[in-house]
């Protein structure tokens, strides 16, 4: 069964198109990654699945209901964990899930049972007479998805919910996703990290400027751009290398630079690689590393939208 299709949408803001006729299907089961430079239109996607905006043209539709027609039902069958945290600092780690699984019309014995059960999926069962003012960035994370779970869901909406905190706990909230999933979730997955991306979801879309340009499987991705070579240079003096200096050179399809390193995307028909380390030598940058890499995730997003995912 189709979870999700969207068909043909559009959202403009100020005549520009955020949304830009994008049509997508994710079948029952899968993860999928939503990526996207910033800017994207990502987050407006995400924002009329969710209901939260309505789209100027095209349908979505929740397990075959449009979700303009059937508001109740879509909302009782997603849970959205949203980028910004959203619990209340003032009620303890149980009043906030009691709270939101509340909403869904849960009352007496299931109530406290859907309470404790999505407390204990999070790790925070032992915790559940805190206050979050007391949790760690982390444990608030986490949090958040007890309280976008604990009505069990069929579509769980997770808008980088890793963002800005500690390894470990990225690692339980990876990990959760996965038991979600085996648990008969089908799962929505924004991150800036592309490794969480390879780690855990079964289909990938890559969204620019409002458009879908490419979905499938993660190998699939790759083989899309099996012409493409990234040469990663690490030198001194970076701030001399232009970027559209080097999108000039014959060959050259994406570039992306950060403070210490240049990650140049080419044409495997073009052999520029000389010319690429000419440029550098005449900007004043010493080489101290260079390294051709063959395609990966990064490979197929920096090519595919001339950016690093995480910009």
Do not use: W
Request: charged share 25%.
């Amino acid at each position: 069964m189709k979870i999700v299709k969207i068909k043909n949408l559009v959202k403009k803001f100020n005549d520009i198109a955020a949304v830009d006729n994008i049509s997508l299907e994710i079948e029952e089961g899968e993860v999928y990654g939503l990526l996207g430079p910033n800017g994207a239109g990502k987050s407006t996607t995400i924002n009329m699945l969710c209901g939260l905006i309505r789209a100027d043209a095209g349908d979505i539709s929740i397990m075959d209901k449009s979700i303009n027609k059937n508001k109740l039902f879509v909302k009782g069958n997603i849970g959205i964990v949203p980028q910004d945290i959203a619990i209340y600092e003032e009620l303890t780690a149980y009043d906030n899930v009691k709270f939101f699984a509340g909403l869904y019309g849960f009352r007496g014995k299931e109530l406290k049972e859907r309470v404790e059960e999505a407390l204990d999926f999070v790790g925070l069962l032992d915790k559940s007479k805190n206050y979050p003012m007391e949790f760690s960035g982390g444990m608030k994370r986490r949090l958040n998805i007890a309280c976008a779970i604990a009505h069990k869901p069929k579509l769980i909406i997770m808008d980088e919910p890793t963002v800005g905190i500690d390894p470990q706990s990225r690692n339980h909230i990876l990990e959760s996703v996965k038991k979600l999933n085996k648990m008969g979730s089908t799962i929505i997955y924004t991150s800036h990290y592309m490794e969480e991306i390879e780690a855990i979801c079964t289909k990938i879309g890559i969204i620019d400027h409002g458009k879908l340009i490419i979905e499938g499987t993660k190998e699939e991705l790759k083989n899309s751009i099996t012409n493409v070579n990234t040469t990663c240079i690490a030198c001194t003096s970076i701030e001399n290398i232009d970027e559209n200096e080097l999108k000039e050179l014959n060959g050259v399809i994406g570039v992306e630079i950060n403070e210490t390193s240049a990650y140049i995307s080419t044409s495997a028909d073009v052999n520029n690689l000389d010319k690429i380390i000419l440029y550098f030598t005449k900007k004043g940058a010493k080489i101290k590393n260079l390294e051709i890499k063959t395609p990966d995730l990064e490979t197929v997003f920096l090519t595919l939208t001339g950016r690093k995912l995480r910009d």
